[in-house]
């Protein structure tokens, strides 16, 4: 189930929160509440794969009693880093498994057919959605509370609320447990943050509707061309780099929405990635929550900047090519992590600044970008060679082919120009969606249902069009 579909729309978040707040009127408990949380939550989680309830719950569970055993009165060292240890490789095990296991295989059957030797057989698996949000989030409780920086659960209800939280649950923001540990427990509705809750859902409802899945068609038709032209190239990667944006963005607008809604504060997700001037300040910008995860759990415990330069540039080339496996199971997305490595240990080794910073503001800020769109050809493309074919076509350095007159006139009406400015505008110019739908007045909250209105009809005139993100 998406947050775009009618059935979410229509019945499902409607029944949802009736529900809830009759339960709230009455003076439920904050654990019954939470129980009602969760088990609305695997409906949503298990609406078309009903299995996946199961493999999440397995999870939470192991996560869960391995909480209790690290932070059990008197638990050794040994008894601690075991109960750790377990915690972790269920979760990696089971995101090896779903996630990579095919990938895994090809390079294997690969090696072997190289090597003249019979192919294995090799299973189909399904990947369950969100299962890289889910798992980095369990984890992260389970390393919080074995350091000691992060309460222990006193009851599986509150920690099976906290894992599945649908509406952060299969795209993110990555929450942690101690930003919402206090609000598990005992959190104040009110009707400032349902109204601060609407606008954000409203708002970022739009952004799929109105602005992704408008430029989306463009980066389609684009991408699927044999050899477009120039032009026709750069407008096709600007509408993905686009896309992908407003797409992500949309999603984490309408998860801290319904966050909000329901007395939960979740982290921002977003901070104007597109007016970077460096990589390393678009990684400060860009999904911020996966960001903050690899640098709390994985460059600073590797030494951070606390070590020597080789070390440090190992270290940033590790948490970017993790990065890059993290969001797919191809190499493209592996080259994806390795290009921003590159350029990351580039700034580093130049002072934490790219090679241009000298030059004016908006050519540092037009380089940057044109850095960031290369790297999202790659993350776009099926396969290397798709993506090299492209850079090509953007460079001129590939045959146009005779259709590409007819993929300008698809892609350069009207209507596409309008979003495409649209979406420019909305991308460089200092306006955050953020801030725009933090602050609570009438006339904001009027605007935001009007747009939620109009897109909602407009929802009707489109076909399914799920998250991107959804994938990861």
Known sequence: MVFSSQ?????????????????????AKHSLLNFFITVFSYIFYGWLEPWLVFLMFGCTLVVYVAGRFISAPGASKLQRNLALGVAVAVNLGALAYFKYYMFGMGIINDVATKL????????????????SFYSFQSM??????????????????????????????????????????????????????????????????????????QVGIIAD??????????????????????????????????????????????????????????ITEFWKRWHISLTSWFRDYLYIPMGGNRVGTARLYFNLFL????????????WTFVCWGLYHA????????????ALYYKLPKIVQLAATQIIVLFGWVLFRADTIGEAWRMWKCLLGLNAVSAADAILSA?????????????????????????????????????????IFVVAV????????????????
């Not at 896309?243 to 977003?270: C, E, K, T, V, W």
């Open 140 to 213: 992260s409780y389970a390393i919080d509370v074995w350091r000691g920086t992060a309460p222990p659960v006193k009851d599986f209800a509150t920690f099976a609320c906290y894992v599945a939280l649908f509406p952060q649950l299969v795209a993110g923001p990555i929450v942690r447990y101690n930003t919402v540990a206090e609000e598990l427990a005992t959190r104040t509705h009110t009707l400032e943050n349902f109204v601060r809750g609407i606008s954000f859902f409203c708002f970022g409802f739009a952004e799929k509707i109105f602005l992704a899945n």
């Open 7 to 27: 059935i979410f729309l229509f019945y499902f978040l409607p029944t949802f929160l009736v529900g809830y707040f009759v339960l709230y009127k009455l003076h």
């Open 410 to 450: 698809e892609i350069f009406t009207p209507s596409c120009q309008f979003f495409m400015a649209l979406a420019f505008m909305l991308s460089f110019w200092k306006f955050r969606s953020y801030d725009w739908c933090d602050k609570v007045s009438p006339q904001r909250v009027a605007v935001a249902l009007l």
């Open 116 to 131: 003249g030797c019979e192919p294995f057989s090799v299973m189909t698996v399904l990947l369950p959605v969100g299962i």
């Open 457 to 472: 009809l407009a929802l009707f005139t489109q076909s399914y069009n799920p998250f991107l993100y959804f994938q990861f």
């Open 221 to 278: 038709r684009v991408f699927a061309a044999d050899a477009p032209g120039v032009l026709n190239s750069w407008w096709g990667s600007l509408a993905y780099m686009f896309q992908i944006y407003f797409d992500f963005s949309a999603y984490s607008n309408m998860a801290i929405g319904l966050g909000l809604m329901l007395g939960f504060h979740f982290p921002r997700n977003f901070d104007g990635p597109y007016r970077s001037k460096s």
């Open 342 to 353: 590159f350029f990351m240990i580039v700034e580093r080794a130049n002072n934490k600044q």
């Open 319 to 330: 948490v970017m090519f993790v990065s890059g496996v993290w969001h797919g199971a191809n």
